[in-house]
């Protein structure tokens, strides 16, 4: 059975991504990164989740609790000021495993034989995991990550917040030759919710669907606060293309990060052009670019599998049908 690790900034839509995950994957474990919130806050929210899905056999490892280059950027003005906005859940009575998640991606990659990682915050553990043990780019077997954009940002015009908190370990993850899911902003953002969705999980009488709802509507306020029109459940859509992938319609596009730009800095350059898409890693391109010798704007072999559109009627049944199930 595929062994699933998820690399998490709990948050608001990591939470609701780990209540929806563990009713479908084998989690065998969550790692934390600092990213919406301090480290030590979202450690102590993913235990905090683990405990009200009834999970507390899956490990919580404490990861990076700083980007690889920069200083840390949270966002108290969506998740609040825990992390956790909206939902006064219990200390937890588990504590954190032992040791790192770098060393716990590492470990759990080396004996797994098909370890998907499921990233849904900045991607400094992952990164730093790649760096000290390349062994890891044959081993897992795809990467499902929340962030980056094939349009508009958040944090920036350009940056959505995954990929702009840490930019540089972004870049190592998209040239590691791993395979990648991306559910960037482009995606996330037909997934949103409001009122009326809250209402219908409100409906559900179990405490965990209880807490979404507590969530949801802090995420709803903030987000129609700032001018959204609801809230994107950004990071359930990177566990969704685990859990049923045909509900996502993907394209193939050459995707690399700007670690430099002014105003650009944490950009996912995607690639739509027409020599790029559908461009596979192993396939010899028959495409018009082919007689072009200009290098510089030859599109490159595809390496990520971009979301593009998901079934959003479909989606939200599968996430209130799987709260139904605590
Ligand atoms: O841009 C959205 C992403 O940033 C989500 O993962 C959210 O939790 C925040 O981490
Ligand atoms: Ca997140």
Request: hydrophobic fraction near 30%; aromatic fraction near 8%; charge should be negative.
């Given at each position: 059975m595929t062994s699933v690790i998820i690399d998490c900034d709990p948050g608001l839509d990591d939470a609701i991504a780990i209540l929806l995950a563990i009713k479908h994957l084998n989690v065998v474990g969550i790692t934390t990164v600092s990213g919406n919130e301090s480290i030590e806050k979202v450690t102590t929210n993913a235990l905090k989740v683990l405990e009200l899905g009834g999970a507390t056999h899956i490990p919580v490892v404490r990861g990076s609790d700083r980007p690889l280059k920069r200083d840390p950027v949270y966002a108290p003005h969506f998740h609040g000021e825990s992390g956790m906005g909206g939902a006064d859940l219990p200390a937890p009575t588990k504590v954190p495993l032992e040791g790192h998640a770098v060393e716990f991606i590492i470990e759990v990659g080396m004996s797994a034989s098909d370890l998907v990682l499921i990233s849904i915050g900045p991607l400094t553990n992952i990164a730093t995991a790649l760096r000290k043990e390349p062994r890891l780019r044959e081993r897992v077997k795809l990467i499902s990550m929340m962030g980056g954009s094939v349009t508009n940002g958040n944090v920036t015009p350009a940056a959505e917040f995954n990929v702009y908190h840490d930019a540089e370990a972004a870049d190592i993850v998209f040239r590691a030759k791993i395979p990648i899911f991306m559910a960037g902003l482009n995606l996330t953002g037909q997934v949103l919710v409001g009122q009326k969705e809250i209402g219908v999980i409100r409906t559900i009488n179990n405490g965990a669907a209880q807490v979404v709802a507590d969530l949801l509507n802090f995420y709803v306020t903030a987000s129609e606060r700032l001018g959204a029109r609801g809230a994107s459940l950004h990071d359930p859509c990177a566990v969704m293309a685990v859990i049923e992938p045909d509900m996502i319609e993907f394209e193939s596009m050459h995707v690399v990060v700007e670690t430099?730009?002014?105003?650009?800095?944490?950009?996912?350059?995607c690639d739509r052009r027409a020599g790029a898409?559908?461009?596979?890693?192993d396939e010899r391109s028959n495409s018009v670019?082919?007689?072009?010798?200009?290098q510089l704007s030859r599109p490159k072999q595809a390496n990520v599998e971009v979301g593009?559109?998901?079934d959003r009627e479909r989606f939200f049944f599968f996430l209130v049908e799987t709260l139904q199930r605590y």
């Open positions: 430099s730009g002014d105003h650009t800095y944490g950009m996912t350059v898409l559908g461009r596979r890693k670019w082919d007689e072009i010798d200009d593009v559109s998901i």
